[in-house]
């Protein structure tokens, strides 16, 4: 099929303004680039923090945002092996250089010079995308392309902060903070990783019950009751192995931290803007605990949670609650922001 010399596009121009879906120039590919076909792209908390709120700001405006992609090659560029039109792929977000310190010692994650697209080049809400061929990682006929849309964050940024930063073991038992799109999928990892008791902490009872019937062991709500408390008390006094915080509040991070027991793991995958606060150093030091950040993840981490999806040891489709055309981002936006119908992921969909 040929390729239009135009294509849809939803653009950032400003914060607190709707998106424009407008018709601008299809990109043109580098050697060393694809064009893909864009079949699905999932919403974040980030899209969010951009066009509502201006934490995050773009590296320019105006930009076409979208970084949670999967689509089909449309075309190859001259240097591009291994790929060809019509293979179904997920996008890896984050572009690498593959040269740099972190990226030859495996954390392409944190690459030097790093770019996100959606972020700092235009993002996958249009009909095509450019992408370098690294960043692409085969999708199965079996997992649906809202499915390798959303593995591509929501699903590997939680898999990251688990099971790479904290190294959470089989029969370990782990405190997640926060029960949003992030903390679900950190509950269905941490049952897959083999944990013995998972404690889920969020202020929302439908959220705490969708992370029952996902396989939280203990569920509570820090309105009602203290978290530090309950997960003490359950624990004969030691804490968890591990905890979790997907909120970006220095009140919920100090609360994580002082959830686990001596020797314990905390993993900060939230973003705010407070400063983190936690235990005095004699209390810290003497515990000697681990407080990790977790940012983003790898291709590798990508592939591993195709392999599980297409294998059926892992099953987010249910976590997909809302679909909109792209004609209607900004309505899908706005379910996402005021928490409409109460949604866990928010896709846009392509013909």
């Not at 061929?133 to 929501?154: C, H, M, S, Y």
Request: proline share 7%; hydrophobic share 40%; with cysteine.
């Amino acid at each position: 099929m040929a390729i239009p010399s135009k294509m849809k596009a939803a653009r950032f121009y400003e914060v607190n303004e709707p998106l424009k879906v407008e018709e601008i120039p299809t990109p043109e590919i580098r050697d060393d680039e694809v064009l893909v076909e864009i079949k699905a792209v999932g919403l974040c908390g980030s899209d969010v923090h951009i066009v509502y709120e201006g934490v995050t700001p773009t590296s320019h405006k105006p930009i076409i945002l979208g970084h949670e992609p999967s689509g089909v090659v449309a075309a190859v560029g001259k240097d591009v092996t291994g790929w060809k039109p019509g293979d179904r792929v997920s996008i890896t977000p984050g572009i690498f250089c593959g040269s740099c310190s972190n990226c030859i010692n495996g954390h392409a994650e944190i690459c030097l010079s790093r770019q996100v697209i959606g972020i700092q080049r235009d993002g996958a809400l249009a009909e095509y995308l450019n992408i370098p061929a690294k960043n692409l990682v085969r999708l199965p006929e079996q997992v649906p392309f809202e499915v390798g849309a959303i593995i591509t964050d929501a699903i590997a940024t939680p898999f990251h902060a688990l099971i790479d930063r904290a190294q959470l073991k089989p029969g370990e038992s782990i405190a997640i903070f926060g029960a949003g799109g992030l903390g679900l999928h950190a509950v269905q990892i941490a049952k897959l990783a083999g944990a013995k008791q998972i404690f889920v902490i969020d202020t929302r009872d439908d959220q705490l019950e969708r992370a029952k019937s996902l396989g939280a062991d203990v569920t509570i709500n820090p309105s009602k009751e203290s978290p530090v408390d309950r997960i003490n008390n359950m624990t004969n006094g030691f804490g968890v192995d591990v905890s979790a915080e997907f909120i970006g509040l220095q009140n919920t991070i100090a609360q994580a931290v002082e959830s686990v027991a001596i020797g314990g793991r905390t993993v900060v995958v939230g973003l705010g803007p407070e400063p983190i606060s936690v235990l005095p150093p004699t209390i810290f030091v003497r515990k000697q605990l681990s407080l990790l950040g977790s940012y983003g993840f790898t291709k590798q981490t990508i592939e591993q949670l195709v392999e599980l999806v297409a294998a059926g040891k892992l099953n987010v489709e249910e976590s997909i609650t809302h679909t909109f055309p792209l004609e209607e981002v900004n309505t899908a936006l706005r379910y996402l922001h005021e928490k409409v119908e109460n949604p866990i992921r928010v896709v846009v969909t392509f013909p």
